[in-house]
């Protein structure tokens, strides 16, 4: 029996085949195709030839025939045509013919070549079907002998000048120049400046696709700072710039835009921003939508509904706030909108520094569009002698005519659906005839309530026949307060409030009405009660009992402290009650709980510009809020930063992880290959969301690589040996890479099984497998003798690297050497590749495949269009 080794070069692997000499060419690729796991349907599709010391032979003949021995150099070379598609949205449809023995890497040329066209970018191919990630081995060393479909993703390290310091990001190039612009941002902690980015003084469109951008691609960009917005404005057929302040709000430039294209005051409008098809929120900032500069905004316009925008401006808390209203409404109808105490506050409106009657009609002041109304909430008393005059005066100029008929109004409530009939003067005031139905209700104040007819709110001051009132016409009313009933020291107490109130603003009026004790409080079991409406809290507990009582476990106590905080991702405002010992931290957990977010999500907190540190005690940071007169600001963070480290060490990456992405998908995206994800002792679910997993912010993750680098030493000389190999190879074919003759592998005084893979024995890389070498009894043959060493040249632009080496050196370890040498950065290693005598060449190789004493080499960059 004969033992020889079959090399197939494609796949980078050598077997060991016992043959007898009667036996054919055909039992050894019987064999082989046997330790390759094929079956049958890739054997009988696969194209096969054998070489025998490099020349081809015929597979039919017989071992004997073939003059195969123990020293014979077999090599199987295998072909399978296999077609390559993948659906990309920009790139359109990619049929690529190739032969599954072909490296994954001559698909990378062909895109680049063929549609990228972009040097020194990075392509991930990933199966569609598994979610494999292919790099540089052949398609069959990933088991792919179909035809199969695929996805890429095609990234690319843009270099960036900023303050003089040439920084880097990692960039999709299919993405717009938007989104590297708020990632530049995001990654220099560049939080209120407006950023471009330019490149040789010419601005670069943040609109723009990097794939379609026309600038050279090797030079950085310049990022600068800006001063202000400037906005490509669309209007219908017409086209506008403008520039306009950093600070701006959407209500402001929607106000300016009707003005420049003269659009009628009562059509809505709104603005678009054309890039992501977004309406812009109208409550909000430019800032806050996140819009660079030199964007294009599309202002569209909709149906004329005879309202206006207005901004209604709190002239002592500042408070702004933005309603739309009927253009025929009069001042007085915007009370409704605004939260006071309509028992003893009333409110006085200013256009202008001008304080005006709240009769007046918004169209008799010539309030335009996106106009600005000032307020005051100020104390009843001190208006009241001066209301009472204006009513008088109005009822004398007003006075109803004889003449005038009774007409019949049916007033309906709203809400109960229960009405009235009555018998009324249409020149009597619409508030007398609500009082006269108001006798059976709850709240008989007519100041609580609102009227409507036909969808049009009516001024309880004004008159039947104002607004075309006739007989058998119907009313509809209703009120949003209710009485509000609580029991406190054996009385029962009554109030009057809005039900769209807090449980605790609602508290507060309560006591401040009653004069109650400060040592009383309601007492509700969950704090996150108090926040909500009294409406909510009715919808949840249909017959609560209001109770004031003074107890150790209601939380509302001398040491707490109420915080109104403003939530930036839903431009609203929370009310919490915190301990004063309690610090920044429980304020982040005490919104991630009433919002409902995931349990491990990132909220910064922030007084004006300072981000306020986890650790700060409430009681610090309420000081703050009243000195710098500041609000304290939430905003939700929607990524991780999770560090990745390797069991070998080899690998040490930190990551963003976006929260609703799979750890599969972070894995994958960041190009991280191992197994067994480990945080905390704990292993984790790599389908799950990161929201899902046990994992906190900047986490320390290990996980097992399927590289390690092995060290191997000659127990006679004392010679080393280092390979870098996979987890999941065997000791038989990493003995075949060193290039000796192993009679046995020692590690921790135990003899190891050779067709054992290296994973089993939990490989300590400080520590050595020691190797016995086999005496060399026969003199091998001419053809596979090899010199004691390699002279390897390689070329590097004008710049020559002249190595001796081993022949069993590996062509991985010479270009990690080179690249090494040449001070580039270590994640690159991938984008470089060596080239021998023209031709890209796998690196898998051994020196000693090429026979020769002295070989040269070139270094270059992948991916040159």
């Given at each position: 029996m004969?033992?020889?080794?079959?090399?197939?070069?494609?796949?980078?692997?050598?077997?060991?085949?016992?043959?007898?000499?009667?036996?054919?060419?055909t039992n050894i690729l019987q064999q082989l195709f046997n330790k390759l796991s094929f079956n049958l349907d890739i054997r009988k599709n696969i194209q096969s030839t054998i070489k025998i010391d490099n020349v081809e032979v015929d597979i039919n003949k017989t071992i004997e025939i073939l003059e195969i021995n123990n020293y014979s150099q077999v090599e199987v070379f295998l072909s399978k045509r296999i077609i390559i598609e993948c659906d990309h949205e920009h790139l359109g449809s990619i049929k690529y013919n190739t032969d599954v023995f072909d490296q994954v890497n001559l698909f990378r040329i062909y895109l680049v070549k063929n549609f990228i066209k972009i040097n020194s970018c990075e392509i991930l191919i990933i199966n569609q079907e598994d979610g494999t990630l292919f790099q540089n081995e052949s398609w069959g060393k990933y088991g792919v002998y179909q035809n199969i479909k695929v996805r890429i993703q095609i990234t690319k390290q843009q270099k960036i000048i900023f303050n003089q310091v040439i920084k880097e990001i990692k960039i999709d190039i299919f993405q717009p120049v938007a989104k590297f612009i708020h990632q530049f941002k995001n990654e220099q902690n560049i939080e209120d400046d407006i950023i471009i980015f330019k490149q040789q003084q010419k601005q670069i469109n943040p609109d723009s696709i990097y794939m379609n951008l026309n600038l050279s691609q090797e030079q950085p960009w310049e990022a600068e700072i800006q001063k202000d917005f400037i906005f490509q404005i669309q209007f219908e057929q017409y086209n506008k710039q403008i520039t306009v302040s950093q600070n701006i709000e959407v209500f402001d430039l929607i106000g300016i835009m009707r003005q420049q294209f003269k659009i009628e005051n009562t059509i809505p409008l709104k603005l678009e921003y054309k890039l992501n098809k977004q309406k812009l929120d109208i409550d909000n900032t430019i800032k806050q939508e996140c819009v660079p500069t030199c964007s294009q905004l599309i202002l569209i316009k909709e149906p004329s509904d005879n309202k206006i925008n207005v901004l209604l401006l709190n002239q002592k808390t500042h408070i702004k706030q933005l309603e739309r209203v009927a253009i025929n409404s009069i001042l007085g109808d915007l009370d409704v909108l605004i939260n006071y105490d309509k028992n003893t506050e009333c409110i006085q409106y200013y256009v202008g520094e001008q304080m005006k009657d709240k009769k007046q009609n918004l169209q008799q002041l010539n309030l335009k569009s996106e106009c600005v109304i000032k307020y005051l909430i100020e104390n009843k008393q001190k208006v009241e002698q001066f209301e009472k005059q204006k009513i008088v005066q109005i009822q004398l100029v007003r006075e109803p005519s004889e003449e005038n008929s009774q007409i019949k109004v049916i007033f309906e409530n709203m809400y109960t659906k229960q009405s009235k009939q009555i018998m009324i003067s249409s020149t009597c005031f619409i508030n007398d005839g609500l009082q006269q139905v108001l006798q059976n209700e709850m709240i008989k104040d007519t100041s609580y309530y609102q009227v409507y007819f036909d969808q049009q709110k009516l001024y309880l001051q004004a008159r039947f026949n104002q607004f075309n009132i006739i007989s058998n016409s119907k009313l509809s009313y209703f009120t949003e307060f209710v009485i509000f009933s609580a029991f406190v020291q054996g009385q029962d107490l009554e109030l009057i409030v809005d039900q769209n109130l807090s449980i605790l603003q609602i508290e507060q009026q309560f006591k401040k009405q009653h004069k109650i004790n400060q040592q009383l409080f309601l007492k509700i079991e969950r704090l996150q009660d108090k926040n909500l409406s009294l409406k909510q809290l009715l919808q949840k507990h249909k017959n609560f009992q209001f109770v004031f009582q003074v107890s150790s476990d209601i939380f509302i106590q001398d040491n707490?402290?109420?915080?109104?905080?403003?939530?930036?991702?839903?431009?609203?405002?929370?009310?919490?009650q915190m301990q004063n010992d309690e610090r920044g931290l429980d304020i982040c957990q005490k919104i991630k709980y009433n919002y409902k977010l995931p349990r491990n999500q990132v909220i910064q907190l922030y007084i004006g510009e300072r981000l306020v540190n986890y650790n700060e005690t409430v009681s610090l940071i309420k000081n703050e809020i009243i000195i710098k007169n500041h609000q304290l600001r939430a905003q939700f963070i929607y990524f991780l930063s999770l560090q990745f480290v390797s069991s070998c060490g080899l690998v040490q990456k930190i990551v963003k992880a976006q929260l609703e992405d799979t750890m599969e998908q972070t894995i994958i995206n960041n190009s991280i290959n191992g197994y067994n994800f480990i945080c905390k002792q704990q292993l984790l679910d790599i389908q799950q969301k990161i929201k899902e997993l046990p994992i906190e912010n900047n986490a320390i993750i290990k996980f097992q690589s399927n590289q390690i680098i092995l060290n191997f030493q000659n127990d006679q000389t004392g010679e080393q040996h280092k390979i870098l190999t996979y987890q999941d190879e065997s000791f038989e074919k990493i003995i075949n890479n060193l290039g000796v003759r192993i009679n046995q592998l020692m590690y921790q005084n135990q003899v190891l099984d050779l067709t054992s893979k290296i994973k089993s024995i939990n490989y300590n890389p400080n520590e050595n497998i020691i190797y016995n070498e086999q005496p060399n009894y026969h003199e091998p043959s001419d053809v596979i003798q090899q010199?004691?060493?390699?002279?390897?040249?390689?070329?590097?632009?004008?710049?020559?690297?002249?190595?001796?080496?081993?022949?069993?050196?590996?062509?991985?370890?010479?270009?990690?050497?080179?690249?090494?040498?040449?001070?580039?950065n270590p994640d690159a290693l991938s984008k470089y590749a060596l080239k021998y005598q023209g031709q890209f060449i796998d690196d898998q190789k051994q020196l000693s495949s090429f026979g020769k004493a002295n070989l040269e080499f070139q270094y270059t960059q992948l991916y040159h269009s």
């Open positions: 004969i033992k020889i080794n079959v090399g197939v070069q494609q796949l980078g692997i050598i077997q060991s085949i016992e043959l007898y000499p009667y036996q054919k060419g707490q402290i109420n915080l109104c905080i403003f939530l930036n991702e839903i431009n609203s405002q929370i009310q919490l010199p004691q060493q390699v002279k390897v040249t390689v070329i590097i632009g004008d710049k020559n690297l002249t190595y001796c080496v081993s022949p069993s050196m590996q062509l991985s370890q010479l270009k990690k050497d080179v690249h090494s040498k040449m001070q580039k």
